[in-house]
Nanobody, 115 residues
C-alpha cells in the first residue's frame, strides 16, 4: 500500500503561481510514472502532467509552457509548478503514482483561480 499526500493548493489570482507537492510513503524511485490529474466541478478527471522514472515529462496541451512537473527521489516528492494560472485551471488536483502494477491516488488539493 502506498499513501500519496498532496499539498500546496489554495486561492490565487489569475496570472499568479502555485507549487503543488505530492509526498509518497514509499520511494518514488520505484515508481514507473508519477502524474498529476485535475477534476473541475461537473467535469471528468483529466491528466495534467506526468513524469517517468527516467525523467521524461508530458503535459496536457492546455498547460504546456505554464506548468512544470518535477520529482525529487530523495524526498519521495513530486512537484507541479503552476505559473500564469487561469480561472479555467480551477479544480481539485490529484497526484497519481504507479507502483509495481498498482495505481494509487492522493486525496486531492483544491486550486482556485480568481479572475
Amino acid at each position: 500500500q502506498v499513501q500519496l499526500v498532496e499539498s500546496g493548493g489554495g486561492l490565487v489570482q489569475a496570472g499568479g503561481s502555485l507549487r503543488l507537492s505530492c509526498v509518497a510513503s514509499r520511494s518514488i524511485a520505484s515508481s514507473n510514472a508519477m502524474s498529476w490529474y485535475r477534476q473541475a466541478p461537473g467535469k471528468q478527471r483529466e491528466s495534467v502532467a506526468g513524469i517517468t522514472s527516467g525523467g521524461r515529462t508530458s503535459y496536457a496541451d492546455s498547460v504546456k509552457g505554464r506548468f512544470t512537473i518535477s520529482r525529487d527521489n530523495a524526498k519521495n516528492t513530486v512537484y507541479l509548478q503552476m505559473n500564469s494560472l487561469k480561472p479555467e485551471d480551477t479544480a481539485v488536483y490529484y497526484c497519481r503514482g504507479y507502483f509495481s502494477g498498482y495505481t494509487y491516488w492522493g486525496q486531492g488539493t483544491q486550486v482556485t483561480v480568481s479572475s
